[in-house]
């Protein structure tokens, strides 16, 4: 008998590492915004362990997939640096053929000015990356978390993925960088996480 709960986190992570097979990953974004949680969801199959430590996520790993090896590059921005990113991400931005880059959704549609001015820093960076000369440019994909934390407006629960993607940091950055797919979700179960993953591996078709 199939188990529905156990199913889609396999076929989604499948499915993923199929699309992903023999290329670079980074996940590139601003302190707290899920990159931990996403990368020890694809890398172990489960969610980060609150407070053991023992195998932390490296910034740099791989994930094996049949004979392919996928490279992850784990990148945020500078402590304190009003979201400039560490000079590793451009690294891993430029030597990747998939970007994933995490922000918080739900601060975004609270209209929160920090994260605002974060994410618009992040996309104009990257946006001078793409114009940089180099040969290949990434696939990005938008990927908003803490879906589970927007609010309701007026009672009335709207598409959170039209919801941010209806906001002006999110279309502008998009027309910027060649109009990347955006996927909302929430990562705080592990549910959650195949379902985010299900939707960024149709976002990297
Ligand atoms: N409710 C909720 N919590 C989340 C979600 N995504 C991540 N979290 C929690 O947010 C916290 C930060 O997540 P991390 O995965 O550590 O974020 P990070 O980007 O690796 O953070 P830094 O490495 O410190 O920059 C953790 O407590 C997660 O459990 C989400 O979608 N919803
Ligand atoms: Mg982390």
Redo the contacts with the bound molecule.
């Keep these: 008998m199939l188990i529905p709960g156990l199913v889609l986190p396999a076929i989604a992570l499948v499915r993923f590492m199929k699309a992903v097979s023999g290329r670079r990953i980074a996940v590139i974004g601003g302190a707290q915004t899920g990159?931990?949680t996403l990368v020890t969801y694809l890398r172990d199959r489960r969610l980060p362990d609150p407070g053991t430590e023992s195998q932390p996520?490296q910034d740099k790993f791989t994930l094996r997939f049949g004979k392919k090896d996928v490279e992850c590059v784990?990148a945020?921005d500078v402590p304190g640096g009003g979201g400039q990113l560490v000079p590793e991400s451009k690294e891993a931005f430029t030597k990747a053929d998939f970007v994933l880059y995490l922000f918080r959704a739900d601060r975004l549609v609270a209209g929160d000015a920090e994260s605002l001015l974060q994410v618009k820093t992040h996309l104009d960076t990257m946006k001078i990356w793409l114009d940089g000369d180099r040969f290949s440019k990434p696939r990005i994909v938008l990927v908003g978390t803490h879906e589970d934390a927007i609010e309701e407006h007026a009672g009335v629960r709207a598409d959170p993925r039209e919801l941010v993607a209806s906001l002006n940091v999110i279309k502008l950055g998009r027309v910027k960088l060649g109009n990347p797919d955006v996927v909302v979700g929430s990562l705080d179960t592990a549910k959650g996480c195949a379902k985010l993953v299900q939707d960024v591996t149709e976002a990297l078709r």
């Design positions: 990159k931990t996520v784990v945020r």
